[in-house]
């Protein structure tokens, strides 16, 4: 008998995600969530997946319900009447941690680039073999004969700690979500905790020091740039169509890769890709092939032209992810003006890092801010405003409102990088209105 499933908040990028690959697996899938329009839902309306109000009628006898981890009894009907009328549900992170024993499981983590780092793995391997994926931008795909689960292991409120994964690569350790982490060490520890839990290889980036002192109890293989790690990538040769570059395991010549997306971080994120597929017993010829089709992620360097405009579109709202975003902009656009366009999410992360926000925001030849996004998972918003951030910046950081871009107008010869979790896109789309009023004009 088919499985069905009720997925309480089916907007949600993970949740989505997972609806999408269960779906594709070809169990009945349904989900509720609110009116507002989430690009998660583009790929649910194409699947022809139900998307309905909340409403108590949704949890019918016959399906099992995952419900996302944003909502509770004190915010939403259906938790409400579940709780009230003894109906079991899994949170997301619950259901994974038991679905993917079936599978031969490979979670990445880290406080940045998981999302691209999954892709990448996702779509390298599910051309080499029949493999299920679940990506943080929404992505999913499912196969009733995959042998191989690809995921996403979010450290937020250590939802990854239900996960026990053959193979896992860790990208870094970072401090961040301060709402629930109290301190860089806080944030380590959840790491260290998911480490030993793996059971086959654990492959992380050998030059981040947080990173040098996890333990696990799985072979642990070291990736990075310099001397002293197992996977070394190097041979660097950085271009404004890609990158290519080198590989030796342990003194041993892998060969040559190229991947068409920019910044060092792309190419450390292809290296893990390649240690763990190789250290899986993967023909590396496949890999190489397949790493050069990799076209990224939803919202992770996402480009477009408008008007002979190029407007790039990136989910980065942390330091260390800015400055990432901004080398790729450069590497690939040398002989344009960098202008960066922040919004900054949550005023609890604005506020533990806002010294290290407007150092990476220097790296930009302009800088705009919109107001800070709130989350509502926040009670307390604190003392602190996007002004303060602005005073903060070196080059003159000027604060723009969704209702006028215009400023943006300034820099004829720019690539607009528009950065941050919020609703920075309505920005972007506001920008986008305007310069096509102004060709409109024009003709």
Same mark, same amino acid.
């Given at each position: 008998?088919?499985?069905?499933?009720?997925?309480?908040?089916?907007?949600?990028?993970?949740?989505?995600?997972?609806?999408?690959?269960?779906?594709?697996?070809?169990?009945?899938?349904?989900?509720?969530?609110?009116?507002?329009?989430?690009?998660?839902?583009?790929?649910?309306?194409?699947?022809?997946?139900?998307?309905?109000?909340?409403?108590?009628?949704?949890?019918?006898?016959?399906?099992?319900?995952?419900?996302?981890?944003?909502?509770?009894?004190?915010?939403?009907?259906?938790?409400?009447?579940?709780?009230?009328?003894?109906?079991?549900?899994?949170?997301?992170?619950?259901?994974?941690?038991?679905?993917?024993?079936?599978?031969?499981?490979?979670?990445?983590?880290?406080?940045?680039?998981?999302?691209?780092?999954?892709?990448?793995?996702?779509?390298?391997?599910?051309?080499?073999?029949?493999?299920?994926?679940?990506?943080?931008?929404?992505?999913?795909?499912?196969?009733?004969?995959?042998?191989?689960?690809?995921?996403?292991?979010?450290?937020?409120?250590?939802?990854?700690?239900?996960?026990?994964?053959?193979?896992?690569?860790?990208?870094?350790?970072?401090?961040?979500?301060?709402?629930?982490?109290?301190?860089?060490?806080?944030?380590?520890?959840?790491?260290?905790?998911? /480490?030993?839990? #793996?059971?086959?290889? $654990?492959?992380?980036? &050998?030059? +981040?020091?947080? !990173?040098? *002192?996890?333990?696990?109890?799985?072979?642990?293989?070291?990736?990075?740039?310099?001397?002293?790690?197992?996977?070394?990538?190097?041979?660097?040769?950085?271009?404004?169509?890609?990158?290519?570059?080198?590989?030796?395991?342990?003194?041993?010549?892998?060969?040559?890769?190229?991947?068409?997306?920019?910044?060092?971080?792309?190419?450390?994120? /292809?290296?893990? #890709?390649?240690?763990? $597929?190789?250290?899986? &017993?993967? +023909?590396?010829? !496949?890999? *190489?092939?397949?790493?050069?089709?990799?076209?990224?992620?939803?919202?992770?360097?996402?480009?477009?032209?408008?008007?002979?405009?190029?407007?790039?579109?990136?989910?980065?709202?942390?330091?260390?992810?800015?400055?990432?975003?901004?080398?790729?902009?450069?590497?690939?656009?040398?002989?344009?003006?960098?202008?960066?366009?922040?919004?900054?999410?949550?005023?609890?992360?604005?506020?533990?890092?806002?010294?290290?926000?407007?150092?990476? !925001?220097?790296?930009?030849?302009?800088?705009?801010?919109?107001?800070?996004?709130?989350?509502?998972?926040?009670?307390?918003?604190?003392?602190?405003?996007?002004?303060?951030?602005?005073?903060?910046?070196?080059?003159?950081?000027?604060?723009?409102?969704?209702?006028?871009?215009?400023?943006?107008?300034?820099?004829?010869?720019?690539?607009?990088?528009?950065?941050?979790?919020?609703?920075?896109?309505?920005?972007?789309?506001?920008?986008?209105?305007?310069?096509?009023?102004?060709?409109?004009?024009?003709?």
């Amino acid at each position: 008998m088919t499985k069905n499933y009720h997925f309480i908040g089916i907007k949600g990028s993970g949740m989505s995600a997972l609806a999408l690959m269960l779906h594709q697996m070809g169990y009945h899938v349904q989900g509720s969530d609110v009116e507002k329009y989430y690009f998660t839902q583009r790929g649910l309306e194409q699947a022809g997946i139900k998307i309905l109000p909340f409403d108590e009628k949704n949890l019918q006898a016959d399906v099992e319900v995952i419900a996302g981890n944003a909502f509770r009894p004190d915010n939403n009907i259906e938790i409400a009447y579940a709780d009230a009328n003894g109906i079991s549900y899994k949170r997301y992170h619950e259901f994974l941690g038991t679905f993917m024993r079936d599978f031969v499981s490979m979670g990445v983590a880290g406080a940045h680039g998981k999302t691209s780092t999954t892709g990448m793995l996702a779509h390298v391997l599910s051309n080499i073999t029949d493999t299920s994926y679940l990506i943080g931008d929404g992505t999913g795909r499912g196969s009733a004969n995959a042998k191989y689960f690809v995921f996403e292991a979010d450290e937020y409120e250590r939802h990854f700690m239900p996960y026990h994964p053959e193979y896992s690569i860790i990208t870094n350790i970072d401090f961040d979500h301060p709402d629930y982490f109290t301190s860089l060490e806080d944030v380590f520890n959840a790491f260290n905790d998911y /480490a030993k839990q #793996v059971s086959k290889g $654990l492959f992380v980036y &050998g030059e +981040d020091k947080e !990173l040098r *002192r996890v333990t696990a109890n799985a072979p642990i293989y070291y990736y990075g740039f310099k001397e002293g790690n197992d996977f070394i990538a190097h041979d660097l040769l950085r271009s404004t169509t890609g990158s290519s570059f080198k590989v030796s395991f342990r003194g041993q010549e892998l060969g040559e890769f190229k991947i068409p997306s920019f910044g060092r971080h792309n190419i450390m994120n /292809a290296t893990a #890709v390649i240690g763990l $597929l190789y250290t899986a &017993g993967f +023909d590396l010829n !496949l890999v *190489r092939e397949h790493l050069v089709t990799f076209g990224g992620v939803k919202r992770r360097f996402t480009e477009k032209v408008v008007n002979g405009t190029t407007i790039i579109d990136d989910f980065a709202h942390h330091p260390t992810e800015i400055i990432a975003t901004l080398d790729a902009a450069r590497q690939k656009y040398p002989s344009k003006e960098i202008v960066a366009i922040f919004q900054p999410h949550t005023f609890t992360r604005t506020i533990a890092l806002l010294d290290e926000f407007a150092e990476a !925001l220097n790296q930009a030849d302009a800088v705009y801010l919109a107001q800070i996004y709130g989350s509502a998972r926040e009670v307390d918003h604190g003392d602190v405003k996007v002004e303060d951030l602005a005073e903060k910046i070196i080059k003159k950081a000027e604060i723009i409102t969704v209702d006028n871009v215009s400023p943006l107008l300034e820099h004829p010869n720019a690539v607009y990088v528009f950065m941050g979790a919020g609703d920075i896109q309505t920005y972007e789309y506001s920008f986008e209105r305007l310069l096509s009023n102004l060709t409109s004009n024009v003709q």
